[in-house]
């Protein structure tokens, strides 16, 4: 199982803020801006780059999702960034894509 599978079976505790049938957002251990939120497909594809065409359909309901997260957490306004590392390069820690939000403050650019 991967981390965030253990999340969605409660086996590590997490600041869950919204679950369904096919994703789970909590809110990011360690927080990189006021808004860290992490949005996670439940079935575990290890990285973007593993991802298939049949997949167009969940990854299109991620940045939906994205969005309804920022709307409802009050940054949709103020900006936000949405940022998914892939692979070793982007630091990707662990093996289960997802979607980091984060907001709340002006975010610099380039990114690390
Ligand atoms: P990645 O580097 O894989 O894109 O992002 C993984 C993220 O998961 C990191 O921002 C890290 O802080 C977060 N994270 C790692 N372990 C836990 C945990 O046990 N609980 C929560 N809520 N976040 C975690």
Redesign the pocket.
């Known amino acids: 199982m991967t ?2 599978e253990k ?1 969605v079976a409660r086996q ?4 869950i803020i919204q679950e369904d049938d096919d994703f789970i957002v ?7 801006a006021p808004v ?1 939120v ?1 949005v996670v497909p439940k079935r575990p594809i290890p990285r973007l780059s593993h991802a298939k065409e049949e997949d167009a359909k969940l990854l299109g309901q991620l940045l939906l999702k994205a969005r309804e997260i920022a709307k409802s957490l009050g940054i949709a306004d103020s900006g936000f960034r949405v ?3 892939s692979g070793p390069d ?7 894509l ?1 979607l ?1 939000l984060l907001g709340g403050r002006p975010l610099a650019w380039p990114p690390g």
């Open positions: 981390l965030f999340i590590i505790p997490a600041n909590f809110h990011d251990i360690n927080p990189q860290h992490l940022v998914i590392n982007a630091g990707q820690q662990v093996p289960h997802h980091h």
